[in-house]
């Protein structure tokens, strides 16, 4: 892959993942927000295809992060904890896919199916857990380690460097608030982390493959 289609593959990713955010704070809102279990499930149902759309940006966004940090990757030397890192990146796609398709396909189903809110709950926990929990942390953990790396390896200017450390350190954190279940916590490192790694995906490949 050219310089070129590197960079533009991480302007795309980071499009990707940014509109991926937009439906779940937008469209897909009330399927995660909503008070009770049964208005979030009740929306599943009303709006099919907004809900499978949506989880089918992020299922495309999982992949686009793996290609990004394989890219990142790509600037540094080979040594074993690289390969960790980008190890732990993929290996958190399968948790990350598998709650997705949870919420997209099983839980509405079931939903459908008339089971009880009880079993509904402990789905719908299963898929947050596999997800924000064990596939982000798993994310987070690789792009922090291959982010440690390149700044090591590479130099750059401070800011740039702590721009990135920080997106991946606050998006351990939303692992950690989601182990805890501790809502607004989860909400505002949700949301900082996407802003500061989407961010910084564009300022790496301007950076890197200008």
Known sequence: MTHTQSRYSIYAIATLITFACIFMVGPMRDGFLAEQLAD???????????????????????????????????AI?????????????????????????????????????????????????????????????????GGLILTLLYVKQTRPPMWFSAWGIVAWILGLGLSIATAANLLLIIALFTGAAMVLSTTWMVLFARRQFA
């Open 40 to 74: 979030r499930v009740g929306f599943m149902a009303s709006n099919p295809g907004i809900w499978k759309l949506g989880w089918t940006l992020w299922m495309f966004s999982a992949l686009g992060l793996l290609l990004f940090c394989t890219l990142l990757a790509s």
């Open 77 to 141: 030397e080979n040594s074993p904890l690289k390969t960790f890192g980008l190890f732990a990146v993929a290996l958190g796609i399968a948790p990350d896919l598998a709650a997705e398709t949870l919420f997209a396909y099983v839980i509405p189903l079931a939903s459908a199916q008339e089971v009880g809110l009880p079993t509904l709950a402990v789905l719908e926990r299963t898929a947050v857990m596999l997800t924000s929990f064990l596939g982000n942390g798993l994310y987070n953990i």
